[in-house]
C-alpha cells in the first residue's frame, strides 16, 4: 500500500496521455453557479498533471494548481508553463500553503477521496473568501455499464487487488455530505474515449491500482486485456464512456 501522495509516481506519462479531461458543461456549471470568471482565483487541490487545471486558465482565471507528487507536479509546470496565471504549490488538502481567504473557488478534481476530510475541511474553509464555493468532480463509469465495461471490471477484480477499495471509496456521498456540512448541489454528464489497444492498456496503467510491470499479476491481466479488446474492438477501437459526476456547495 502507497501513501496517497505516492500512488501515482511512476504513471505520470501514461496519466498525461490517457486520462480523459473533463466536459465543457462542468465549466458552464462553475460560470453559473459559482461565479467563476477572468477575474477570479482558484485553488485545484490535488491537481495531478493538471488536466482540470488548464481548463479552469483557458477562463482567464489564477490557477493555484496544488499538488504533493513531486512527479505529477512538475509534469504539470513542464505542460502548462506558457499560462501566466499558473500558480504551481506543493501543498496538500489539508495543508494548502495559501493565505487566509485567499481563493474564491475551491475544485477537486478525481482527488477528494484521497483527503482527510475533517484536516481538508478545516484547511480549505480557511483558504476560500467568504460566498466561496467548493466543487468536487469525478469521471466514473455510467450505471448502464456495456458488455465491454462490465468484462474490464471483472479483469480488474481478478488481477489487481486494490481495485475494489479504491473505485468504492471514489464518489462516497456521505463523506461529501459530512465535508460540505450540508447536501450539495449535483450534476451528471456524459463523457467518453475512444481507444486502440495501446490507449486502452496505457488508461488502464494510469490506474494507481493496476499491477506495474515485475508484479506476478502484471502480466495475467495484460493478456487478459488484450483478449477483451480483440473480441469487444471495432475497427480497431473500443469506447470508454464516463458519467462525470460534479458536486458543488459553499461550505455550511
Known amino acids: 500500500m502507497l501513501r496517497s501522495t505516492e500512488r501515482f509516481s511512476t504513471r505520470v506519462e501514461n496519466y498525461i496521455k490517457y486520462r480523459p479531461s473533463y466536459p465543457t458543461e462542468v465549466l458552464e456549471l462553475m460560470r453559473v453557479r459559482c461565479g467563476l470568471a477572468a477575474t477570479s482565483t482558484v485553488a485545484d487541490v490535488g491537481s495531478g498533471t493538471g488536466i482540470l487545471t488548464e481548463l479552469l486558465l483557458e477562463t482567464g482565471a489564477t490557477v493555484f494548481a496544488i499538488e504533493p507528487n513531486k512527479e505529477m507536479r512538475e509534469a504539470a509546470e513542464r505542460l502548462l508553463s506558457d499560462y501566466g496565471r499558473f500558480r504551481s504549490i506543493d501543498g496538500t488538502a489539508e495543508a494548502t500553503t495559501l493565505p487566509d481567504a485567499s481563493v474564491d473557488l475551491i475544485t477537486a478534481s478525481q482527488a477528494f477521496h484521497w483527503f482527510d476530510i475533517q484536516k481538508a475541511r478545516r484547511e480549505l474553509a480557511r483558504v476560500l473568501r467568504p460566498r466561496g464555493w467548493v466543487v468536487l468532480i469525478w469521471n466514473e463509469r455510467p450505471v448502464d455499464a456495456s458488455a465491454f465495461l462490465d468484462e474490464y471490471d471483472a479483469l480488474l477484480r481478478r488481477h489487481a487487488a486494490e481495485y475494489d477499495r479504491v473505485t468504492n471509496m471514489r464518489a462516497d456521498e456521505a463523506k461529501i455530505r459530512e465535508f460540505f456540512g450540508r447536501t450539495p448541489a449535483t450534476a451528471v454528464f456524459a463523457n467518453r474515449q475512444t481507444f486502440d489497444f495501446a490507449g486502452l492498456e496505457g488508461r488502464l496503467m494510469s490506474s494507481s491500482y493496476a499491477p506495474e510491470a515485475g508484479h506476478p499479476e502484471h502480466e495475467p491481466m495484460i493478456a487478459g486485456l488484450r483478449d477483451l479488446f480483440d473480441r ?12 462525470t459526476l460534479v458536486y458543488l456547495a459553499q461550505l455550511a
Open 232 to 243: 469487444h474492438n471495432r475497427g480497431g477501437k473500443v469506447v470508454f464512456p464516463y458519467r
